[in-house]
């Protein structure tokens, strides 16, 4: 990791999970769905350094199956068919994936901001 002066982690984390930049809070992090934008559109921090690679989607899937698997429980002991229990498990996870996969993602993109990893803590040089 490079130096640098401290960059506030909690403050980071929660502007990544709202899915804004985590330097400034202001500029949105995605530019489409779960695309991170090449640089905040408000502060111009670059952010096409991020690395999150498949940890949102594994944090992801494992909360979606801790919550499908206890929602199993009284789907089979209510005696339904199981074509509609895989039905009803489906309609649960699907949207429960597709709406935390962006802040999970930001809140990746967020640490490794925060912690100066993977070419975040590199100094600019302005442009002259």
């Known amino acids: 990791m490079t130096e640098g002066p401290d960059r506030a982690l ?3 984390i929660r502007n990544g999970l709202r899915r804004r930049c985590p330097a400034c809070g ?3 992090l995605f530019d489409s769905y779960l695309h991170v934008a090449p640089e905040c559109p408000a502060c111009r ?3 096409h350094h ?3 690679d498949d940890g949102p989607a594994y944090v992801t899937l494992l909360v979606v ?4 698997g206890f929602a199993l ?6 005696g339904l068919r199981p074509w509609l229990v895989a039905v009803l498990l489906s309609l ?3 949207p429960l994936c597709l709406a935390m996969l962006p802040p999970i993602k930001g809140f990746f993109v967020a640490v490794q901001w925060a912690k100066r990893m993977h070419g975040f803590g590199e100094v600019r040089v302005p442009s002259a």
């Open 45 to 47: 921090e670059a952010l």
């Open 92 to 94: 649960l996870a699907v």
């Open 65 to 68: 199956c801790h919550v499908v």
């Open 26 to 28: 202001e500029g949105r």
């Open 73 to 78: 429980i009284p789907l089979v002991t209510a």
């Open 50 to 52: 991020q690395r999150a």
């Open 10 to 12: 909690g403050e980071a």
